[in-house]
């Protein structure tokens, strides 16, 4: 019998994927042996060189508070003064495309969230993600060839459109498919179990 899959849809530039990244670690260690896991980048803001309006860099710099809060995560505040923010999260989920294509993309969505929510630097712009990279490892000129690529573009709008179809509000989200149906499968913030529990109980 096939394993059931369980879609992780997420965006690398999320700050809730970032505070839910501590429960998923653990989730994705217990779950490994039961079902395939699937990473989906879900594409939260499209390409823009636009400055990110004053207003809603207000609602996310309180929304990083409230997580922190909450989920006792860690971020680096020094991004608000020390880079440009833009409404531009497609260029990272490129990136996470390209890196999938070398087995690196849980390592190359890990560096992006480390480069932005820790280290103040700025993944909407095609210099981090070259930099990030070629720290693990990719040649640099291959790498943002691919960025710059219609190829790799339409990977991206083909996967938003999947996605889309999937039983899903926002990211994170998860969603097992199994014998043919997608079951949205709830999230815990903080605990793993809730969402193991709800997994398991279509006797995998």
């Known amino acids: 019998m096939n394993k059931p899959t369980l879609y992780y849809v997420y965006d690398p530039m999320c700050s809730w994927c970032w505070g839910y990244r501590p429960a998923w670690q653990?989730?994705?260690?217990?779950?490994?042996?039961?079902?395939?896991?699937?990473?989906?980048?879900g594409g939260l803001a499209p390409?823009?060189?636009?400055?990110?309006?004053?207003?809603?860099?207000?609602?996310?710099?309180?929304?990083?508070?409230?997580i922190a809060t909450h989920l006792g995560t860690e971020f680096n505040h020094d991004f608000w003064t020390s880079c440009q923010p833009r409404r531009s999260t497609y260029p990272a989920c490129r990136a996470m495309l390209i890196a999938r294509q070398h087995n690196l993309?849980?390592?190359?969505?890990?560096a992006v969230q480390q480069a932005y929510y820790l280290n103040a630097k700025n993944p909407s712009?095609?210099?981090?993600?070259?930099?990030?990279?070629?720290?693990?490892?990719?040649?640099?000129?291959?790498?943002?060839?691919?960025?710059?690529?219609?190829?790799?573009?339409?990977?991206?709008?083909?996967?938003?459109d999947f996605v889309s179809n999937m039983p899903i509000r926002g990211f994170p989200s998860l969603v097992l498919s199994i014998n043919g149906?997608?079951?949205a499968i709830p999230i815990d913030y903080?605990?793993?179990?809730?969402?193991?529990?709800?997994?398991t109980a279509h006797n995998l």
């Open 125 to 160: 712009n095609i210099d981090t993600l070259v930099s990030i990279a070629a720290e693990l490892g990719l040649d640099e000129v291959m790498f943002e060839q691919k960025m710059l690529s219609a190829e790799v573009q339409q990977q991206l709008i083909d996967e938003i």
């Open 47 to 66: 390409d823009s060189n636009v400055p990110m309006p004053t207003d809603m860099q207000s609602f996310l710099q309180q929304t990083w508070h409230k």
């Open 105 to 110: 993309e849980q390592e190359m969505y890990l």
């Open 26 to 41: 653990t989730l994705q260690e217990q779950l490994q042996p039961l079902v395939n896991i699937q990473y989906k980048v």
């Open 190 to 199: 903080q605990h793993w179990l809730a969402s193991y529990e709800a997994v």
């Open 181 to 183: 149906e997608l079951k």
